[in-house]
């Protein structure tokens, strides 16, 4: 399990589930964790040793949309920060949405709206995502390269980046789809004014 299939909890993104199996017995997964560095799996009922052979299935079809909705979310930020500084304050993957918030002076439902339109024309496009570990000096230079409010890369020798070609590079541990095109199309569900700090939306894949 240390090469585990398993996405562990993690940078707004939420743990993988599926099953663990040895023999005829099935192991549901209900939580998947990193501590200290190490990938903890928890799963519905005891029995399983250190040494088992085991084999794992990944429920995918959760994973897909966690990773289609994690390349949205670098999407729109990078979008929003190019065109007006914004910086995010938070988000949350969920399966069936996402909950984004962001920083931003000048706040109007129109303006968003039109941000959605632009990601969706990119979502319509052949754009590659590509993922790459980078030496973190080399890193730091992207502009933008955090565009998490107060966050700070991990203190590593080397950083992996996540990037959209032509429109962001971003210091990431998540998971994303390997082309915008796979993406589909967003929709925007609500928006929520908590302060120019906390401009949140949601939304959802189509
Ligand atoms: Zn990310």
Same mark, same amino acid.
């Given at each position: *399990?240390?090469?585990?299939?398993?996405?562990?909890?993690?940078?707004?993104?939420?743990?993988?589930?599926?099953? +663990?199996?040895?023999?005829?017995?099935?192991?549901?997964?209900?939580?998947? =964790?990193?501590? #200290?560095?190490?990938?903890?799996?928890?799963?519905?009922?005891?029995?399983?040793?250190? =040494?088992?052979?085991? #084999?794992?299935?990944?429920? %995918?079809?959760?994973?897909?949309?966690?990773?289609?909705?994690?390349?949205?979310?670098?999407?729109?930020?990078?979008?929003?920060?190019?065109?007006?500084?914004?910086? +995010?304050?938070?988000?949350?993957?969920?399966?069936?949405?996402? !909950?984004?918030?962001? #920083?931003?002076?000048?706040?109007? !439902?129109?303006?968003?709206?039109?941000?959605?339109?632009?990601?969706?024309?990119?979502?319509?496009?052949?754009?590659?995502?590509? %993922?790459?570990?980078?030496? !973190?000096?080399?890193? *730091?230079?992207?502009?933008?390269?955090?565009? *998490?409010? =107060?966050?700070?890369?991990?203190?590593?020798?080397?950083?992996?980046?996540?990037?959209?070609?032509?429109?962001?590079?971003?210091?990431?541990?998540?998971?994303?789809?390997?082309?915008?095109?796979?993406?589909?199309?967003?929709?925007?569900?609500?928006?929520?004014?908590? =302060?120019?700090?906390?401009?949140? +939306?949601?939304?959802?894949?189509?």
């Amino acid at each position: *399990m240390d090469q585990t299939i398993f996405y562990p909890r993690g940078g707004g993104q939420p743990h993988d589930t599926g099953k +663990i199996i040895k023999g005829d017995e099935v192991y549901n997964i209900v939580y998947v =964790g990193k501590f #200290s560095g190490d990938i903890s799996h928890e799963v519905d009922h005891a029995g399983l040793q250190a =040494g088992d052979e085991v #084999s794992c299935v990944l429920n %995918w079809e959760r994973r897909y949309k966690l990773m289609r909705s994690h390349t949205v979310a670098h999407v729109l930020a990078a979008l929003l920060n190019k065109g007006t500084g914004a910086l +995010i304050t938070g988000n949350q993957l969920e399966e069936d949405h996402v !909950r984004f918030d962001f #920083s931003l002076e000048k706040y109007d !439902r129109a303006v968003l709206e039109a941000y959605v339109a632009k990601a969706n024309e990119l979502f319509g496009t052949d754009v590659p995502v590509k %993922w790459y570990e980078l030496p !973190r000096e080399e890193a *730091m230079k992207i502009p933008g390269v955090v565009k *998490m409010a =107060g966050a700070f890369p991990p203190d590593l020798p080397s950083l992996r980046i996540v990037e959209i070609v032509g429109v962001d590079r971003q210091a990431d541990g998540g998971a994303h789809v390997r082309n915008l095109r796979e993406v589909g199309k967003i929709e925007l569900v609500k928006t929520e004014n908590k =302060g120019k700090n906390n401009r949140r +939306i949601y939304f959802k894949l189509n």
